[in-house]
Nanobody, 122 residues
Framework: QVQLVESGGGLVQAGDSLRLSCAASGRTFSNYAMGWFRQAPGKEREFVAAINWSGGDTYYADSVKGRFTISRDNAKNTVYLQMHSLKFEDAAAYYC???????????????WGQGTQVTISS
C-alpha cells in the first residue's frame, strides 16, 4: 500500500503561481512512477503530468506544457507540481497518483490521494 497526501492548493489569481506537493508513505517511494491529475466539477478526471521513478522522464498534457513542472525528491518521498501562469481553466481538484507505470488514463493508476483544491479568481 502507498498512502498519498496532497497539499498546497488554494485560491490564487489568474496569472499567479502555485506549488502542489504530494507526500507518500508506505512502500518504497522510488519504486513508483508518480502522476498528477485534475478534475473540475462536471468533468472527467484528466491527466496533467507524470514522472518516472528516477525523475529522469517527465510527461505533460498539452494544456499545461510550458507552464507546469513536475518533479520529485525521493529522499523526501515527495512529488511536486509547480504551476505558473495559472488560467481559469486550471481550476480543479488536483490529485496525485502512484503506480509502477505511467499512463494518461486515470483508471490505470493504483494509488490516489484525496486531492487538493485549486481555485482561480480574476
Amino acid at each position: 500500500q502507498v498512502q498519498l497526501v496532497e497539499s498546497g492548493g488554494g485560491l490564487v489569481q489568474a496569472g499567479d503561481s502555485l506549488r502542489l506537493s504530494c507526500a507518500a508513505s508506505g512502500r518504497t517511494f522510488s519504486n513508483y512512477a508518480m502522476g498528477w491529475f485534475r478534475q473540475a466539477p462536471g468533468k472527467e478526471r484528466e491527466f496533467v503530468a507524470a514522472i518516472n521513478w528516477s525523475g529522469g522522464d517527465t510527461y505533460y498534457a498539452d494544456s499545461v506544457k510550458g507552464r507546469f513542472t513536475i518533479s520529485r525528491d525521493n529522499a523526501k518521498n515527495t512529488v511536486y507540481l509547480q504551476m505558473h501562469s495559472l488560467k481559469f481553466e486550471d481550476a480543479a481538484a488536483y490529485y496525485c497518483a502512484a503506480d509502477y507505470h505511467i499512463n494518461t488514463q486515470p483508471e490505470l493508476w493504483g494509488y490516489w490521494g484525496q486531492g487538493t483544491q485549486v481555485t482561480i479568481s480574476s
